[in-house]
C-alpha cells in the first residue's frame, strides 16, 4: 500500500506542474509557430556566449535542457539516483521551483536533490510565467 501512495504523489505532482506551466506551454508553442524557434532547446541554443553550456562534453556531465527563454529542467535520468548535477547559465540568476515555492538558487554547478517525487526545474529570474 505505501508503494501505491507514493506512486500516486508523483503522479499528482506531475498534473500539478502540468497545469501550472500550461500558460507557459501555450505561449511556448505560440513562438514555435510564428517563429519558427524550437520549443525544446540544449542549454547553449539560449546562452551561445556561456564557454560552459558550450562544451563539447556537457551533454555528458549534465541532463538538463531548456524549455522556451525561461525553464531550465534537470530530470534525474539513472535508475535510483536521487540527486542530479545541473549547471545554471552564469547570464542569469535562477529560481528553483519546488512544492509550489520558488527559492532563489543563482548560477554555476550545483548538485540538487531529487528524489522521485519532484522534478527539479529552474526559472530565470524575471521570467513571467
Not at 9 to 14: G, S, W
Not at 18 to 24: S, T, V
Not at 92 to 119: C, K, M, Q
Request: cysteine-free; overall charge negative; aromatic content about 14%.
Amino acid at each position: 500500500k505505501q508503494w501505491y501512495q507514493r506512486r500516486v504523489r508523483v503522479i499528482k505532482r506531475a498534473l500539478e506542474i502540468r497545469y501550472d506551466l500550461l500558460p507557459y506551454w501555450y505561449t511556448q508553442f505560440m513562438l514555435a509557430h510564428q517563429k519558427g524557434t524550437p520549443i525544446i532547446r540544449a542549454t547553449f541554443q539560449n546562452y551561445p556566449n556561456d564557454k560552459t553550456a558550450a562544451e563539447a562534453d556537457f551533454d555528458e556531465k549534465y541532463t538538463q535542457f531548456m524549455v522556451g527563454e525561461s525553464i531550465l529542467v534537470a530530470p534525474v535520468v539513472t535508475e535510483g539516483e536521487e540527486e542530479v548535477d545541473v549547471y545554471l547559465p552564469i547570464a542569469d540568476e535562477w529560481f528553483i521551483h519546488r512544492n509550489g515555492t520558488y527559492t532563489l538558487v543563482g548560477n554555476g554547478s550545483h548538485l540538487i536533490p531529487a528524489p522521485l517525487d519532484e522534478l527539479p526545474y529552474f526559472v530565470k529570474a524575471g521570467s513571467i510565467l
